[in-house]
């Protein structure tokens, strides 16, 4: 398996693993290789909306020079892994359609206060949230699928975390008082949502599952034991 490209590479993942409350449950990496076209439909989509929360925070807080340059450089590359996950659907013969988003991000956005300074610094950490458990997903379909898409996922490890550490600090960055409160409520609400069975598969979808979930299938192999394999 390719290791990551460097050792400040590797400490960024695992940093992520370590902020986040939980992993993934097994049952939803079991599930993602008979799912693969929607689980690529829906990486594509996701890849849109994060370009989307980098313009909207470029449009909205024009008056925060550091927000407005890392924001820039955000949009571009998540266009660019969007190119990418779509050239891949292209590529296997998949049907880009419309489908269903999952609950997972509107679910953390509904904790975003609407005074600022407030608004701004929950917007940033649900983007760190989500971006923390992209890279964690990432992590763990290296894994599960083919040869080319666990490639493919392993190469966008390094960026998913920087991702998450940027949007991070600059919650720091615009800060007026502690949100250590917000942070937790928001991490458990990540782990509500990804350990709740969901009706459909989604990239960020909680198990679907058509069994009981049991103690093997929530622990088994999970990305924390991964990144020693991948790294």
């Not at 050792?7 to 939980?22: A, I, P, Q, S, Y």
């Not at 890392?70 to 292209?90: M, N, T």
């Not at 760190?128 to 493919?152: H, I, K, N, P, Q």
């Amino acid at each position: 398996m390719t290791p990551l490209t460097t050792g400040e590479e590797t400490r960024d993942v695992r940093r992520v693993l370590e902020f986040l409350n939980c992993e993934t449950p097994e049952q939803w990496y079991v599930a993602a290789p008979d799912n693969v076209n929607l689980l690529l439909i829906d990486h594509a989509n996701c890849e849109k909306k994060a370009a989307g929360t980098a313009l909207s925070l470029l449009y909205r807080y024009v008056d925060r020079p550091e927000l407005l340059q890392i924001c820039s450089r955000l949009a571009r590359e998540e266009l660019r892994h969007f190119e990418q996950v779509h050239a891949l659907i292209g590529e296997r013969g998949i049907d880009y359609k419309h489908i269903s988003s999952s609950r997972y991000a509107a679910g953390l956005r509904r904790c975003v206060r609407t005074t600022e300074p407030e608004r701004l610094v929950d917007t940033l950490l649900v983007a760190a949230v989500v971006e923390a458990r992209s890279c964690e997903r990432f992590l763990g379909l290296c894994r599960v699928l083919d040869d080319e898409l666990a490639a493919f996922y392993r190469r966008l490890l390094a960026s998913e975390a920087r991702h998450f550490q940027q949007y991070l600090s600059l919650a720091q960055m615009y800060a007026t008082a502690p949100f250590d409160d917000k942070l937790a409520e928001l991490l458990t609400i990540d782990a509500q949502l990804v350990l709740e069975a969901d009706e459909e598969f989604r990239f960020h979808s909680g198990p679907v599952l058509t069994l009981p979930l049991t103690p093997d299938a929530a622990g088994k192999n999970t990305p924390a034991e991964t990144v020693r394999h991948v790294v």
